[in-house]
């Protein structure tokens, strides 16, 4: 008789702990309740330079401004502070968390910001962020995400998400999705994929943004799989750019960027040749040939409080 009574038991709460888990799924693991939006529905699809080939052909030395999470943080205000301080910019590179969440609430923010700051009509190279993704029963990338930003369809074949490049002047610039790379069939895809691109990127400047870093200077935010898979693969690249540590760290060519997120704290990295937690921005820049030296890459780290330099990263190729 115990024992049924204990196997009645037991089975109440496995049952209990089943029905409250599907209650509460969306709350522990899915998107929030999405903000009722107030004002006027903004319209704007961030196009990539890849839509403007014939300006970046006849370009031989162009200017990239570098952001890493903003989570709907950067106003207006801050915008145009940005395109006085790089008047030069040609294009502007975005590593993941732009929005806070993957609904149209927050889309709609970040278009009221970006929308007639001095930065508006410039092309974007977008990458999606662990925030532009649903949570849940099933991972996915906002379909607003996908409307927002135009991307190439040229990445590894049946894997989901945004991975792709663009062959600008001089640089092969590569996006990785890291988010649906939890999947071994989809990490290996991509692997096999960013092989085959960085192998047969000639003599271009390689430049490869991620979101998930493969060093990490963030407590609790190194990545094992993504350091693993990816940090033999990108020693070869000229500069790997990631966001979502929420902090600032490089290690020779591996850069981690946090625009606008708010602080997080860094642990002890001894392989890190740079670190600092307050806020930044990159701007990476392709100086044109001379008759006396070939092409060369530059890419200088800002404070975003005041724009000071924190560090620099020079690359010439023979």
Same mark, same amino acid.
């Given at each position: 008789?115990?024992?049924?009574?204990?196997?009645?038991?037991?089975?109440?709460?496995?049952?209990?702990?089943?029905?409250?888990?599907?209650?509460?799924?969306?709350?522990?693991?899915?998107?929030?309740?999405?903000?009722?939006?107030?004002?006027?529905?903004?319209?704007?699809?961030?196009?990539?330079?890849?839509?403007?080939?014939?300006?970046?052909?006849?370009?031989?030395?162009?200017?990239?401004?570098?952001?890493?999470?903003?989570?709907?943080?950067?106003?207006?205000?801050?915008?145009?502070?940005?395109?006085?301080?790089?008047?030069?910019?040609?294009?502007?590179?975005?590593?993941?968390?732009?929005?806070?969440?993957?609904?149209?609430?927050?889309?709609?923010?970040?278009?009221?910001?970006?929308?007639?700051?001095?930065?508006?009509?410039?092309?974007?190279?977008?990458?999606?962020?662990?925030?532009?993704?649903?949570?849940?029963?099933?991972?996915?990338? =906002?379909?607003?995400? #996908? !409307?927002? $930003? *135009? +991307? @190439?369809?040229?990445?590894?074949?049946?894997?989901?998400?945004?991975?792709?490049?663009?062959?600008?002047?001089?640089?092969?610039?590569?996006?990785?999705?890291?988010?649906?790379?939890?999947?071994?069939?989809?990490?290996?895809?991509?692997?096999?994929?960013?092989?085959?691109?960085?192998?047969?990127?000639?003599?271009?400047?390689?430049?490869?943004?991620?979101?998930?870093?493969?060093?990490?200077?963030?407590?609790?935010?190194?990545?094992?799989?993504?350091?693993?898979?990816?940090?033999?693969?990108?020693?070869?690249?000229?500069?790997?750019?990631?966001?979502?540590?929420? =902090?600032?760290?490089? #290690? !020779?060519? $591996? *850069? +981690? @960027?946090?625009?606008?997120?708010?602080?997080?704290?860094?642990?002890?990295?001894?392989?890190?040749?740079?670190?600092?937690?307050?806020?930044?921005?990159?701007?990476?820049?392709?100086?044109?040939?001379?008759?006396?030296?070939?092409?060369?890459?530059?890419?200088?780290?800002?404070?975003?409080?005041?724009?000071?330099?924190?560090?620099?990263?020079?690359?010439?190729?023979?």
């Amino acid at each position: 008789m115990r024992r049924w009574i204990r196997i009645i038991f037991i089975s109440l709460l496995l049952a209990g702990g089943a029905v409250l888990c599907i209650v509460r799924w969306q709350a522990w693991f899915g998107m929030p309740a999405e903000p009722q939006w107030t004002g006027d529905t903004l319209r704007y699809v961030f196009p990539t330079p890849l839509a403007y080939s014939q300006q970046w052909s006849e370009q031989e030395d162009y200017t990239i401004l570098v952001l890493g999470d903003i989570h709907n943080r950067l106003t207006r205000a801050d915008y145009d502070t940005l395109a006085a301080r790089v008047p030069q910019a040609d294009a502007l590179a975005q590593a993941g968390d732009w929005m806070d969440r993957g609904q149209e609430y927050y889309y709609q923010l970040l278009l009221r910001e970006w929308t007639n700051s001095a930065l508006y009509g410039m092309p974007v190279i977008a990458c999606p962020g662990n925030h532009e993704y649903s949570k849940g029963l099933k991972k996915e990338l =906002s379909p607003v995400w #996908s !409307k927002a $930003f *135009v +991307v @190439l369809y040229n990445g590894p074949t049946d894997v989901p998400g945004a991975t792709y490049y663009e062959d600008l002047p001089g640089m092969r610039f590569i996006v990785i999705d890291t988010n649906p790379l939890d999947r071994l069939a989809y990490l290996t895809r991509t692997l096999t994929w960013l092989r085959k691109i960085i192998n047969g990127a000639d003599n271009r400047y390689i430049v490869v943004m991620m979101h998930h870093p493969v060093l990490s200077a963030g407590r609790g935010r190194f990545n094992v799989l993504i350091y693993a898979a990816f940090r033999h693969v990108l020693k070869d690249a000229d500069l790997v750019i990631a966001g979502h540590d929420h =902090s600032y760290m490089r #290690s !020779k060519n $591996f *850069v +981690v @960027l946090n625009a606008a997120g708010i602080p997080k704290k860094q642990h002890s990295c001894p392989y890190a040749d740079v670190t600092d937690s307050v806020p930044t921005y990159g701007v990476l820049t392709i100086q044109e040939a001379m008759t006396d030296m070939p092409q060369a890459m530059d890419f200088k780290v800002h404070r975003f409080c005041d724009g000071t330099i924190i560090d620099s990263l020079h690359v010439q190729h023979d």
